[in-house]
Every structure is written in structure tokens, then in C-alpha cells.
């Protein structure tokens, strides 16, 4: 105990480690993720390069006639008024998926930024920000978007707008309550004692740890984005028709469900696939993003 | 261990009269009352420069909470912290950032002080960035040399924290304490959380690193036997108090307070053949909400009389360079039990 103070290399040290365990190389190990992954970009790709390639648009009535089987040249028959059913699947994916992806990134942004300045600053903030926030999920979700869109109009911009408005509650509940766990931890308290302005310290400090439950929320709400823009597609207040979206060709569909059921499961089955496989990539993103959880 | 001229030597910090409150809400009820819980009262000390003052108690007697309020990583409730002859509590937050490069702290938790989604490598180079200080390639070799200083292989600057071990964390955290070369370090328990044998490694560490750097150290823990070996002066804290400081010789050979000759009793002696009497304080450390009057160790205090009920004992120099707050400190080669027999036969 007395002998005078001579340091020696830390016999811990392990052997020398070069590994740099990316998120790409990680999330390659989870296999249903990949299998969502590769789904999605399949799906992507068919849904925004389709209508480029395919000859028939959504809206013009084909010489072929109504509720057609499917043939080479409509792969998915007609529907009632003798519309390429394929045309309108890949026209109406597009607008479905954008407007999913376009309102869960808003609400993200929104939640995000609330839910860490209330967590981060706290006080009068806190208090503030927190209170709208109840507030706001005090009203019932889906009333909100249809009074908001009746009022408002249904152009797809405001159909985002409204879907996102009306979402981001969850997401800002989450955040807050992850940054003011991690805004107790000691590093960030280093970054304070290292002279880090606040600002830094939540970008760089805080937003990171919390970024694995913001993608988290983020597969949720684009989930319940598609999923709610479908159903106020459905209810005829999102987007109008002839402009076709998976939610109101589900609508047209249910008139002919017994005749030519392919009308409502194709829309139907693309919905959920497209909301199961964002859930198992989110799942796999948020494993990948934990440094802590790589896989041997 | 200290020479005579230490205490002609400058003074680096000074706290005056430093007191941290929190206040806590009771639960339950319309009206809520708050209590007020003194986690510092009223702590007056002095580190010189170059030395390395041990801070020692129990938990939860202000010690962590102290070294904090020192680098104003919590605001003092009231009081002075006086350093390089200014007063950092009247600082702005600008003046504030500019002057944290020269105090720094090492943490007792090897776990929650590194940022889990930097690499160590990014850790400590955030440092400089901070400060933006060098280039980034210039940050990197600063970097691995601090690595290299600490015991670390340089080449595991792209390791993340958790595949270091706890001692390996912690050697971590020092060099991301010494990387803007400060003057002045709080290492607050930085060994509590370790195994003995890599306890000592970290110690030996501190201390080659204080003695290169000339650095100056508040070493918090909560040990007698850990800050024995590394600290110039000791303090000795009890129920947000300091009850006694002196040099650590003067100490350990003959306390002055009844706090810290209990403490010091139930230290283990490496030697079997030494008889030592232990003594076992009664009961727990009373609340820091409701603390008693008077004296706040008379509750557990074998000595404890009439007069340390009534009257709250200042800090006062018993001896050269030896300062205790108690009514009836030991004398010189005074043990503790002594002074027990001595009270009872007064008595009778």
C-alpha cells in the first residue's frame, strides 16, 4: 500500500480491438428486419417507378369493361367502372405511403422538439409545453382530424398536416420522459463541467440516447398514419376520389365485396403488410442503433 | 507527508460559509408542507495550491454534493466560492463556460459518466471540441496520448464504453478530466465503485498524475484507509458539516473529534497482535430535514452533555493547522475511550 506511486500499463486491457460495429452490419444480422427492409424498398420502388412505366392511369376507363378478372393486360382485373386495378393500386400506394411518411416525420419533429425542450429546460417550459400536450390528447384523435380536415379541406398537403397535428402527442411523451431520464446521467454533467453550451449538451448529448424510442414511435406513427389516412380515406373526408388512395378504393370496394372480393383485399392486404413490415424494421432499428446490442 | 510551509503556500479555492438546500415536497394532504433538507450547511474550507485534500463521511453528508457546488455543477443555495481570488458564484453563464476548462471533475460512477453512443475516442476529444481547441486531426493525437497516459491502448480510441471494464472506464474518465489541462479536479468517490486491487492502480494513477501535472485534488470518499494514502490534508464531514480538518498524519494519529475516532476505530489494522478497541456509534444519522439542535453528532456522541444540545459548536483551531468543531474535542493522545471514562467518573 505504501510503495511509491508507479503506474504499469492496466492489466485489464483486453486484446486490441479495430471493430467498428456499424448500424448497417448489425441490422444485416436481424433477418425479419432485412425481410421488412427489402419489402419496403421492393414495395417503394414498384409503388414510385410503377406509374412511370405502367400504360394504363388511374382514372381512365378501360375498353375492357367492369370487374374484369385479371388478364396480362390488367393483372388485377377492373374494377366498377372498368379502371385498371393495377394502375390505381400503384397510384393509390403512392399517395398512401407519402402521406404516411410525410405526416409521421412531422409529428416526429413536432414531438421531438417539445417533448426535449419541456424535459430539457424544465420550469415554466416544462409546464407549458407538458400542459398543451395534455391538453391535446384530452381530444379524441380521430374527431379531431375529421373536424380539422371538414374545416380545413382535403388537399393531401392538409391531409399531412392534420394527421400529424393530431399524433405527435405520443411521440413528445416519450422523448420527454427519456431526456429527463438521461439528463440526470453524469456524462451530461461532464459536458456541463467541460463548459458545453445546453444546446449542445441535448443535440449531441441527450437527442442521441433518446434517438432509438424516436424510432420507435416513428414506425408507430407511420403506421397509424397509413392506417388513418385510410380510414378517413374510407369515411370520404381524406382524399377525394377519382384520385385513388388505398383507403377509398377499400370504400368502392365493400359494394362488390362478395362479386369481385379482389377489389378490397388487395388494398386491404397492402395495408397491413406495408404497416406489419414498418413495425419489424422499426424493431430492428432500434436494436441496431443500441450499441450495446450487437450480436455475435 | 506535508511540510510546514504548506499552509504559506496560495490558496487555489476558498469556500466561505457554502450552503446548499433542497426542498422537498412532503407528500400527501391539501396543503403541502416543504421541508428544507440541509445537504451543506454552512461549510467554510481552503485548498492550497498543489495539494490534494481528502474529503471523507457517510453517505448522504454533503460531501458529493459539496464538491459539485464548488464547480457550480448545482447553484449554492448561499455563501462564496473564491477562486484565483474571484468569486465564481457571481459569474455569468458565459463566464462560467470560460473558466470550466480549469476545473474539472472525475466521477465515482464508471457506468453513467461516459456517453454510451460515443467512442472513447469521441469522448474525450469532445473535450477540445468544446473549447474548439486544435484541428481534428490534431484532437485525435492529443487524444491518444491521453490514453497512453492514463494506461489505455491508444488504439482502442474507436472502442465503445462498454467494452471497457470498470477500471479501464475510470482511467477513461481521468483522462477526459485532465485532456483541457485543468488546475483544479474534483474526483468525487472516484474508487468507490471499484475492486480493491484495481482501487489501488486508480490511486497510484491520481497520484502520478497530480504530481506531472501539478494538479490540484478535492478527493471525495467515503473511506478513511483510501484517502489516507493519497491525501495531503483530510476533512471530515458529518451531517453537511465539516467537523474536523487538519493534516492527514495529524488525523489519523490523534483525531480530535469523537466522529472521527469512531470513524477511525473501525478502520481494520493489517496487524492481528495490535489490540484496538472498537467503538460502535448508536443509532442512524439522524435526517438532514430535522436536523437535532446544538451540536448535530450529539445524538450519537458518547461525550455529548447539556451544553452541546444548547450550543452549535463553531470550527476553531485546537491545534496548529488543526481545526474541529466540538465542545469537548480529544486532547493529544487522547483515545476516545478515555475520554468516555474520563466523563463517567467525572460523573460519579
Redesign the interface.
Known amino acids: 500500500m505504501e510503495t511509491p506511486a508507479n503506474i504499469e500499463t492496466a492489466p485489464e486491457v483486453e486484446p486490441v480491438q479495430q471493430r467498428k460495429v456499424t448500424f448497417w452490419t448489425s441490422l444485416h444480422r436481424n433477418k425479419i428486419a432485412m425481410l421488412a427492409f427489402w419489402f419496403l424498398i421492393v414495395l417503394h420502388v414498384i409503388v414510385f417507378i410503377g406509374p412511370l412505366v405502367w400504360s394504363y392511369t388511374p382514372t381512365e376507363m378501360t375498353t375492357t369493361g367492369p370487374l374484369a378478372n385479371w388478364s396480362w393486360a390488367h393483372p388485377f382485373g377492373t374494377d366498377d367502372l372498368g379502371r385498371d386495378v393495377f394502375a390505381r393500386m400503384l397510384h393509390g400506394g403512392r399517395i398512401t405511403l407519402l402521406v404516411g411518411l410525410a405526416a409521421m416525420l412531422f409529428s416526429l419533429l413536432i414531438g421531438t422538439i417539445i417533448g426535449a425542450c419541456a424535459g430539457f429546460f424544465g420550469k415554466v417550459v416544462e409546464s407549458i409545453l407538458m400542459r398543451v400536450t395534455e391538453a391535446m390528447m384530452a381530444i379524441p384523435n380521430f374527431f379531431f382530424v375529421l373536424v380539422a380536415l371538414t374545416v380545413l379541406g382535403t388537399s393531401p398537403m392538409m391531409v399531412i398536416i392534420v394527421i400529424a397535428c393530431s399524433g405527435w402527442m405520443e411521440v413528445a411523451r416519450v422523448v420527454y420522459g427519456e431526456t429527463l431520464k438521461w439528463k440526470e446521467y453524469e456524462f451530461v454533467e461532464a459536458a456541463n463541467a467541460a463548459g458545453a453550451k445546453p444546446l449542445r449538451i441535448l443535440i449531441k448529448y441527450i437527442i442521441p440516447q433518446v434517438l432509438p424510442s424516436i424510432i420507435v414511435s416513428g414506425t408507430l406513427m407511420i403506421a397509424w398514419a397509413i392506417l388513418t389516412e385510410s380510414a378517413i380515406s374510407y369515411l370520404g373526408l381524406g382524399i377525394q376520389p377519382p384520385t385513388p388512395t388505398w383507403g377509398n378504393m377499400l370504400q368502392n370496394a365493400q359494394q362488390y365485396l362478395w362479386t369481385a372480393p379482389v377489389l378490397g383485399i388487395l388494398p386491404g392486404a397492402a395495408i397491413t403488410l406495408i404497416v406489419l413490415a414498418y413495425n419489424f424494421l422499426g424493431d430492428g432499428l432500434r436494436d441496431a442503433l443500441d450499441p450495446k446490442f450487437v450480436k455475435k | 507527508m506535508l511540510s510546514e510551509d504548506k499552509r504559506q503556500q496560495e490558496p487555489l479555492v476558498e469556500v466561505k460559509h457554502l450552503k446548499k438546500y433542497f426542498e422537498v415536497k412532503e407528500s400527501g394532504g391539501v396543503k403541502r408542507k416543504k421541508k428544507v433538507i440541509k445537504a451543506v450547511n454552512d461549510v467554510s474550507l481552503t485548498i492550497y495550491q498543489g495539494e490534494t485534500l481528502g474529503l471523507v463521511g457517510e453517505s448522504g453528508c454533503g460531501k458529493s454534493t459539496l464538491g ?1 457546488n464548488i ?1 457550480r ?1 448545482q447553484e449554492p443555495t448561499d455563501g462564496e466560492v473564491i477562486f484565483h481570488d474571484q468569486d465564481i458564484l457571481t459569474y455569468n453563464k458565459k463566464q ?3 473558466i ?2 480549469k ?3 472525475i ?1 465515482q ?1 464508471p457506468f ?6 460515443f467512442t472513447i475516442g469521441q ?1 474525450i476529444s ?2 477540445f471540441k ?2 474548439g481547441l486544435y484541428t481534428p486531426k490534431e484532437r485525435e493525437e492529443r487524444t491518444k496520448e491521453l490514453l497512453e497516459l492514463v ?3 491508444p ?2 480510441y ?3 464504453p ?2 471497457f ?1 470498470g ?2 472506464r475510470q ?1 477513461v ?1 481521468i483522462a ?1 478530466a485532465l485532456a ?1 489541462n485543468p488546475e483544479f479536479i474534483v474526483a468525487d468517490e472516484p474508487v468507490s465503485a471499484l475492486d480493491v486491487s ?1 482501487q ?2 486508480i490511486i ?2 491520481l ?2 498524475l497530480k ?1 506531472d501535472f501539478g494538479l490540484t485534488l478535492l478527493f471525495i470518499a467515503h473511506g478513511l484507509n483510501v484517502v489516507r ?1 493519497i491525501s495531503d490534508r483530510v476533512g471530515v464531514m458529518y451531517l453537511g458539516k465539516l467537523v474536523e480538518i487538519s493534516e492527514t498524519d495529524n488525523i489519523f494519529d490523534s483525531p480530535a473529534h469523537p466522529y472521527t475516532a469512531a470513524l477511525l476505530s473501525t478502520v481494520p489494522d493489517p496487524n492481528p497482535e495490535k489490540r484496538r478497541e472498537r467503538i460502535v456509534l448508536e443509532g442512524e444519522v439522524p435526517s438532514p430535514a430535522s436536523p437535532p439542535s446544538g451540536c448535530s453528532f450529539r445524538t450519537r456522541c458518547p461525550l455529548a452533555t447539556e451544553r452541546c444540545k444548547q450550543v452549535v459548536p463553531e470550527l476553531q483551531e485546537v491545534r496548529s493547522g488543526h481545526f474541529v468543531s466540538c465542545h469537548y474535542p480529544l486532547a493529544k493522545g487522547q483515545t476516545l475511550l478515555d475520554a468516555i471514562k474520563e466523563k463517567q467518573t467525572s460523573k460519579v
Do not use: A, F, T, W
Open positions: 459539485r464547480l455543477l462560467l463556460r470560460q470550466r476548462n476545473m474539472q471533475i466521477y460512477d453513467g459518466s461516459l456517453n454510451p453512443r469522448s469532445e473535450m468544446i473549447h494506461g489505455l491502448d488504439n482502442r474507436h472502442s465503445y462498454h467494452e471494464s477500471g479501464q482511467r474518465g477526459r483541457l484495481v489501488s492502480q497510484n494513477l497520484m502520478k504530481k494514502h
